[in-house]
């Protein structure tokens, strides 16, 4: 079974940054595309950035210019670098493969307040 850890959330003010980490068990992570997502109290969960085994990314409307998803092979991790940090981007933000999705991890807490 894979295993996905995710690590690197917090409080930020609006406009601030934060970097989240998703470590990857096994040695399957270069073969498969990567995503982040997150869920909101009371909404679904959504697919935030993605990247391909290429390096090619995509992004929802919502978090395109602000985050920037990156990928590691190395080192079995994918990152998700967030600025420009709004409070509707407060969430648990989790990571999996879109194309393929395993058990979820426990995700780590995105708040943004003032």
């Known amino acids: 079974q894979v295993q996905l850890v995710e690590s690197g959330g917090g409080l930020v003010q609006p406009g601030g940054s934060l970097r989240l980490s998703c470590a990857v068990s096994g040695s399957i992570f270069s073969f498969y595309a990567m995503g982040w997502y997150r869920q909101a109290p009371g909404k679904q969960r959504e697919l935030v950035a993605s990247i391909t085994t290429g390096g090619t990314t995509n992004y929802a409307d919502s978090v395109k210019g602000r985050f920037t998803i990156s990928r590691d092979n190395a080192k079995n991790t994918v990152y998700l670098q967030m600025n420009s940090l709004k409070p509707e981007d407060a969430a648990v933000y989790c990571c999996?493969?879109?194309?393929?999705?395993?058990?979820w991890g426990q995700g780590t807490q995105v708040t943004v307040s003032s």
């Open positions: 999996n493969f879109p194309n393929y999705i395993r058990n």
